[in-house]
């Protein structure tokens, strides 16, 4: 089954921008701990199935034709004969292939070039409008870079515009080339190039304890960011995990329900719209950065966020105010003195 293809079939019929996201150049070091052995334990010291199986070994069962060594991308980071405790194996895991690498594999090119032509793939089949490299910067060196080169090449032929391309942690020169993504985190303040943050109402994959105990991010909280991230000249990528079937439970529905709602009514202030030349007001700072979310302090009534579009200034309140009144000072009689 083409799950791919399906997806982007059915975002199509649609209408819609279809996105994909690319992790796999991080393949090489996290499977290294399949060519490693238990340290401790009856079978201490015994190589697991990755470190000895071969195509040749999948005749007869279900995996019959693959090649084990492709799976597991190789043995680049096997650990040594003779590490006698869990702790020490841990600690030359962590030391190694436990760190956040992004360099091509040290005596693997067959990895490099296998994940070459697959992202070759997925842009010749699927014709993405984004791609998403869950990387600092772009993939595997000068590889990313001609990969993404492919890929703007190839949206021109086919669209005439060119598609989103999402990196990590870039350095100012690098923004004008592509997009940078703060996961799960913010900026504070008016960016001068588009950027984009990308956070999900649970964790990444579906977590059913988050619907038994009703512990997504509410709507609310989702459209206080979505203002915060598009006042600053940032777009919001919200992921709703799924179940395994491709399904989303009761509370997931409410939620989107939730937003649907809010967008029917403010929706003007959000597509299409352009940062205001300050992007808000109020008490509530945030820090820069990725993964700063669990530290955020709630916002109020207080904070304000300006947007704009075809000549209207939209400004957002971040809570309901309790007295029913907003006060913006930002557009009052002394702060908009000589501006016109």
Same mark, same amino acid.
């Given at each position: 089954m083409d799950i791919v293809g399906t997806w982007e079939r059915l975002v199509r019929e649609r209408g819609l921008r279809f996105g994909v996201s690319n992790h796999g150049a991080h393949a090489w070091h996290w499977w290294q701990t399949a060519y490693g052995y238990d340290a401790e334990g009856p079978r201490a010291g015994r190589r697991y199935d990755a470190a000895t199986l071969t195509r040749a070994d999948g005749a007869g069962t279900w995996w019959e034709g693959l090649d084990p060594q492709? =799976?597991?991308t190789g043995p680049t980071f096997a650990p040594p004969n003779g590490i006698g405790s869990i702790a020490e194996m841990n600690a030359w895991h962590d030391a190694r292939d436990g760190q956040w690498i992004e360099t091509p594999p040290e005596n693997n090119p067959a990895f490099t070039r296998s994940w070459v032509a697959r992202q070759r793939d997925l842009v010749d089949r699927y014709k993405p409008d984004l791609v998403y490299f869950d990387n600092y910067g772009l993939p595997l060196g000068q590889h990313g870079l001609d990969a993404t080169?492919? =890929?703007?090449? !190839?949206? =021109?032929e086919w669209r005439g515009e060119l598609p989103v391309v999402n990196g990590k942690r870039l350095e100012p020169e690098k923004r004008r080339g592509i997009v940078e993504t703060v996961e799960?985190?913010?900026? *504070?303040s008016l960016m001068p190039e588009p950027w984009q943050t990308d956070t999900c109402i649970g964790d990444w994959h579906y977590n059913?304890?988050?619907?038994e105990h009703h512990s997504?991010?509410?709507a609310k909280?989702?459209?206080?960011?979505?203002? *915060?991230?598009?006042?600053?000249?940032?777009?919001l990528l919200l992921n709703i995990p799924m179940r395994g079937d491709g399904s989303i439970d009761a509370d997931e529905r409410a939620i989107l329900g939730d =937003?649907?709602?809010w967008v029917r009514v403010n929706g003007e !202030?959000?597509?299409e719209s352009r940062p205001w030349r300050i992007y808000g007001e109020g008490p509530t700072a945030v820090v820069a950065g990725m993964h700063g979310e669990g530290g955020a302090r709630p916002w109020t009534a207080e904070d304000i966020r300006f947007t704009t579009r075809a000549g209207t200034l939209y400004a957002l309140a971040l809570d309901w105010p309790e007295t029913g009144k907003v006060h913006i000072r930002a557009l009052g009689r002394q702060a908009l003195e000589g501006r016109t």
């Open positions: 492709e =799976l597991y080169a492919y =890929l703007y090449n !190839a949206s =021109l799960r985190g913010f900026n *504070d059913r304890s988050r619907f997504y991010v509410p909280s989702v459209v206080q960011r979505l203002c *915060d991230v598009v006042s600053k000249n940032g777009n =937003l649907a709602a !202030a959000i597509f």
